[in-house]
């Protein structure tokens, strides 16, 4: 596919590997790489080289035999595709550890992701700043969302207000929330949600770090 042409379909599984490929391409361009083989990427993004060229070819992009892949071509192509091509207006709702954790985080101003607003259930934290954006309270969500144009939410709060705080931001205009907290969210059809939840991928990860064996059935 020609890249004027537009973007076909991308399955999921393609989407949540296109980061990875932009974090390995951009330490290529780094060390000014200026071109690379589906197989030296598959091997620092941790997969395959075929599903690499299969990945690929949804953007169009089939490389060259002998060369291998443009890596700032890659990059831009992988940016576009994501939304990374534009700024992006963050709200975060929970203001805990994590919460803090995530205002202080510098992987988002270098992926242009912008923290804008902070809310906060706590009397006590409203009216203080973090990194020079004053926190509100958690009935502000919806006309501080609708008002600065925030696209994203993430939400650190706890479980049992997680569900309120999606609400409101959807009903403030928010389209994509990322959930941290450890329940599940019931979000209109044309709102997506990615949840995190760090105890689940520490028990999967202690299965495989105790040697445990299963044989399929």
Sequence with gaps: ???????????????????????????????????????????????????????????????????GYDVEYLVRRIQEQLGLDQDWRVAIAGLGNLGRALVNYRGFGERRFSVEALFDADAAKV?????????????????????RDLSIGIIATPAGSAQDVAERLVEG????????????LTVPDHVRVRKVDLSI????LAFYVSGTVTEDV
């Design 1 to 67: 596919m020609d890249s004027t042409t537009g973007f076909r379909h991308i399955p999921e599984a393609t989407v949540s590997r296109l980061p990875l490929y932009l974090r390995s391409l951009l330490e290529f361009t780094e060390q000014r790489v200026a071109t690379v083989s589906s197989e030296r990427l598959a091997s620092v993004a941790g997969v395959n080289a075929a599903k690499v060229r299969k990945d690929l070819s949804y953007l169009g992009s089939y490389g060259t035999r002998g060369v």
């Design 127 to 147: 009216g203080t700043e973090i990194n020079g954006v004053v926190i509100q309270g958690t009935e502000d969500i919806e006309r501080t969302v609708r008002e």
């Design 173 to 184: 205009g928010v389209t994509g929330i990322l959930n941290f907290a450890p329940a599940v």
């Design 201 to 204: 991928e520490l028990q999967i």
